[in-house]
């Protein structure tokens, strides 16, 4: 009967998602707009919060699938823009930390994190929830302690199988071969195949901005096969920071030996609203592009208050693996086909409410409305009282052309474990160029699911100077919100290319501080960096109202880098400025 329920709620909701696919909504917005669950980790300390981390998307025929850290089952999606929650028949009663999991044919197995022995699943039919115990007991591997974060791969030329494991900041990420026949018993012992090496990769040292002494964690294995070669993914050095971000090493063989990518960390981004991209996995869409998801940072309620955020990402023709985090954080467009370029999918939407006033009709002492501008995250406004009727009002400054809105809550003592029908997020957003005549841009009071960071495209831009939140309803105890961010066009000029950017590496190599001058009108910098002219990956978002400097500690020893610099306001972005290299001791 459980079962049998389960359908038909998914056959449902089914044409709502098809109306919502052709309904022309084209863009998404990190983080990704889910139902996150309530997490019980921390409910002995009576703290409540939504959280989601440790995201594996994959795509089987026409869906796609999402699985993240205690979240009680999965999610699926035909578009990767509208997810649908799938309860599952059986699950771990403590829940399942970094699942793994993968499709062989037309068979989906799913791993558990374990310390000791746990069932592997296995299901043909994800969208019911249908699971079936493939083995009932994995065994720790011999020769390691796990498999603690798992990552499992099946090698379609070899038809063999493997796993990948280690979250540790003094254990390595460790690899062995699996015997699929035997119900995947192991074949040989543990090998340790890469370890972190922070005295030479800047980037894996621990702390906000890699300031923190402290050994950094390894974790988040996860291997992708392309074209022969064997690239095996890490998350490093820490999920409880700005500069979390995933690397990669590459072999010719699956269990090695392994060599260093030149170009790590391939997804960095420890600037603007989302920061931190670590530990996710990769995957290709239904045309083929690939993608690398990750787990940004929220640490109000607790260190590892987290979510979820999807990045394209390519090989390039030299096979460097990278994800585009540039503008990372903005409105992104699903591709449609193949896409050349990752960094193509930005839509060009730019954000409009950074440091705006906000006014709002019921504040609690100690909580002011400008929080909701200031791209953090970690700051928030509070209502007065969760009541229908609250209503907070963005000014932009000037009329606009508008074209999405994100509504970002945040969990202050929302008292809230559960996740059932009773929790859900309802609210209008209404528009207006000049305070007095108002028009509705978002209806959610018919929406039944709960929505923490809900993104609204606009079906048609909406010419505006004033965006107001009015308030429904949040099923948590409080009315809480980090940020609302509006985005679009302001028709001023573009701004200039930001000019004298100076470089200096440090005698220490991993670090470097670039510095330029500012840019009247700008709202932020991208600084560009990467192993050639070429190949600037990496991006480093900064906003115009702090200094014009960075110092740039994610370097790696022996390499050389080239960086340049892009100036971005209410209107667009700048061109780029000429690219100056960034030698090494070796070569400078």
């Known amino acids: 009967m459980r079962r049998l329920v389960l359908l038909i709620v998914g056959l449902i909701f089914l044409p709502a998602l098809c109306a919502a696919q052709s309904s022309g909504i084209t863009t998404y917005c ?59 028949n059986v699950w771990p009663v403590d829940d399942n930390c970094a699942p793994a999991g993968l499709f062989v044919r037309d068979t989906f197995y799913l791993f558990q994190s374990a310390f000791e022995p746990r069932p592997v699943y296995w299901t043909t039919n994800l969208d019911s929830g249908d699971l079936h115990v493939f083995t009932p007991r994995l065994e720790s591997p011999p020769g390691a302690a796990g498999p603690w974060d798992p990552g499992v791969f099946h090698d379609e030329d070899t038809d063999r199988w493997y796993l990948y494991w280690g979250s540790s900041n003094v ?26 090496h922070p005295d030479q ?11 923190d002494p402290r050994l950094p964690f390894i974790e988040g294995a996860w291997m992708t096969k392309h074209r022969g070669k064997y690239y095996l993914q890490y998350g490093a050095p ?7 971000a995933n690397g990669v090493y590459v072999a010719d063989d699956p269990l090695g030996p392994f ?12 600037g603007g609203f989302v920061t931190g991209a670590g530990h996710g996995n990769t995957f290709q869409d239904r045309h083929g592009n690939y993608w690398n998801t990750g787990t940004p940072w929220i640490a109000v309620n607790w260190d590892f208050e987290r979510r979820i955020a999807q990045f394209p990402a390519a090989f390039d023709s030299a096979g460097l ?5 540039r503008f990372g954080d903005l409105p992104h467009r699903l ?3 193949p896409v050349a370029d990752p960094a193509e999918l930005f839509a060009g939407w730019m954000l409009l409410s950074y440091r705006k006033t906000v006014t709002a009709t019921g504040s609690a002492a100690g909580y002011a409305p400008a929080a909701l501008t200031d791209e953090d995250p970690r700051s928030y406004w509070l209502a007065d009282g969760n009541v229908a009727g609250r209503s907070v009002t963005v000014d932009l400054g000037a009329v606009a052309s ?27 957003i209404v528009a207006s160029a000049d305070s007095v005549h108002w028009q509705t841009i978002a209806d959610l009071s018919h929406e039944r699911r709960d929505r923490p960071n809900a993104y609204i495209e606009i079906p048609s831009p909406v010419q505006a100077r004033y965006i107001r939140y009015a308030h429904l309803h949040v099923s948590a105890r409080t009315l809480a919100i980090s940020d609302i961010r509006v985005f679009g066009h302001r028709d001023v000029p573009f701004p200039a290319v930001p000019q004298r950017l100076a470089v200096r590496r440090h005698d220490d190599e991993r670090d470097a501080t670039i510095v330029w001058d500012p840019v009247p009108g700008a709202v932020g910098y991208n600084i560009l960096w990467g192993i050639a002219p070429e190949k600037l990956y990496q991006t480093y978002q900064v906003f115009a109202d702090r200094p014009s400097q960075i110092e740039l500690r994610a370097l790696t020893v022996g390499q050389t880098y080239n960086v340049a610099i892009e100036a971005f306001n209410e209107a667009g972005v700048s061109a780029r400025s000429g690219v100056l290299a960034l030698p090494s001791g070796l070569n400078r």
Do not use: C
Not at 39 to 66: C, F, K, M
């Open 30 to 88: 990190n983080p990704v707009d889910l139902d996150y669950r309530y997490n019980w980790e921390q409910s002995d300390r009576n703290i409540s919060y939504r959280s989601g981390a440790d995201p594996v998307i994959v795509y089987h025929r026409g869906t796609y699938y999402l699985f993240a850290t205690i979240s009680g089952g999965w999610w699926r999606s035909p578009d990767m823009l509208h997810w649908q929650f799938v309860e599952p």
């Open 171 to 196: 254990y390595p990420i460790w690899g062995i071969e699996l015997d699929h026949a035997a119900k995947f018993a192991y074949r040989g012992t543990a090998k340790a195949l890469m370890f972190l």
């Open 201 to 211: 990769h800047g980037w894996e040292r621990f702390g906000r901005d890699h300031t």
């Open 238 to 244: 820490g999920t409880e920071h700005n500069v979390y």
């Open 259 to 270: 060599v260093y990518a030149p170009n790590n960390p391939i997804s960095y981004k420890p």
């Open 321 to 325: 693996f990278h994800a585009s985090t």
């Open 335 to 337: 591709p449609t086909g």
């Open 402 to 428: 508008v074209r999405a809105v994100q509504v970002n809550f945040a969990d202050h003592q929302s008292g809230l474990y559960r996740m059932d029908s009773t929790v859900y997020t309802q609210f209008r």
